[in-house]
């Protein structure tokens, strides 16, 4: 199951619960005003992949990918959703949770990669 961070646009939670994934919104758990940290802890507490756009959580300092169940970062604008939805929809086909527990993906509009 997915957490969808605060940032996440609706369109891309539509277009993962219509492709059969199981996303829960952030705001379900925790304060639109939370912070970071707070968003991860969430995840962690929950044991979810966090969904998020927010470039910060790339920083595998402050995030360390062994200490959560797996972190997808989007690189998207309202220009490259399509693109970039297609792409998340093949990440989350070729690799299941336990493939993205304990890493870190970037997805782009033509590809995504993945970090231990």
Sequence with gaps: MILADHCVFGSTIRHLQAAGFQVRRSLEFIRPDATDEQVLACAIEHDLILLTNDRG??????????????LIILRISAQSQTDVHNTLIELLHNHDREDLRHKLAVVS??????RA
């Design 57 to 70: 959580f790339s920083n595998i300092t402050f995030y360390p990918p062994g200490q959560h169940a797996g």
């Design 109 to 114: 509009q033509r590809k995504y990669r993945l």
